[in-house]
């Protein structure tokens, strides 16, 4: 049996993440797998979005400015270089221990590396910090190289995580993705989507709860995009057994 540990969507909180590793004994103050991480006996699950503040105040906190300005060219740069030295550390925590640290690639994350997708929030601010044609750079070629290998699905047995959900269309962020409804609402609306894929638990992000991670127990699943509410989630698997989890459960940190 082993420790999955699962953090929701980082958007450029690093310090949050971080955090919540060092809270889950899966990093150390020098940001290093921990000895369990290392054995493999806990796994470490980031369900994608590594990039992009969520909103205005978000970018001025990543950058050290009063007001963050996505039209300004200096301000692009702040935010790319944080991001970037960030990065950095969190691959080298990977490159660690690569048997225990899974990154699952989220839909900001590929349009870091995919620019004909311009993503914004409700607020009417976009990402373009990534996007020379918008005034920002371009991510380094070894980061870029390190994001594309991230997969879009990790199965352990029957269990999934994933960044949207079971389904196979909510894997690829293309225009279909971004004209459909379903990817924010199909935990709602169609927590059937689980069983249907002969999974026995699924764990997926892109959705930001606001109360805390929302555990479905009826439908088997967790929605975990709520690393800003400082909570991750903890399961204990055992894929040889009938039913693989053997306990779920939202922790605060």
């Not at 590594?50 to 060219?73: I, S």
């Not at 764990?203 to 109360?211: F, L, P, R, S």
Request: glycine fraction near 8%; aromatic fraction near 10%.
């Amino acid at each position: 049996m082993r420790k999955f540990l699962a953090f929701g969507d980082v958007h450029a909180d690093f310090d949050l993440l971080w955090a919540a590793l060092r809270a889950a004994s899966c990093a150390t103050l020098d940001g290093l797998p921990t000895p369990p991480v290392q054995a493999g006996l806990f796994q470490v699950i980031l369900i994608g979005d590594l990039v992009h503040p969520k909103n205005e105040r978000d970018y001025a906190r990543l950058t050290g400015l009063p007001r963050f300005d996505h039209k300004n060219p200096d301000h692009l740069f702040l935010a790319a270089r944080e991001q970037i030295r960030h990065l950095e550390k969190l691959r080298a925590y990977q490159e660690a221990a690569p048997h225990a640290v899974h990154i699952i690639l989220g839909n900001h994350d590929d349009a870091v590396l995919n620019t004909s997708y311009v993503l914004g929030t409700s607020g009417g601010m976009v990402h373009v910090e990534f996007d020379p044609d918008h005034g920002g750079l371009i991510l380094p070629d070894h980061l870029a190289a390190w994001m594309r290998s991230f997969p879009r699905e990790l199965r352990v047995g029957t269990v999934q995580f994933a960044h949207v959900s079971p389904l196979p269309a909510h894997a690829h962020y293309d225009d279909l993705f971004y004209a459909d409804h379903s990817p924010k609402r199909w935990f709602r609306e169609s927590p059937e989507y689980v069983r249907m894929a002969g999974l026995d638990y699924g764990v997926y992000g892109h959705t930001q709860i606001d109360g805390g991670i929302h555990l479905d127990e009826d439908h088997h699943l967790a929605m975990i995009d709520a690393l800003h509410a400082r909570e991750y989630l903890e399961l204990l698997l055992d894929p040889g057994q009938d039913e693989p989890v053997q306990n779920v459960r939202a922790v605060p940190f």
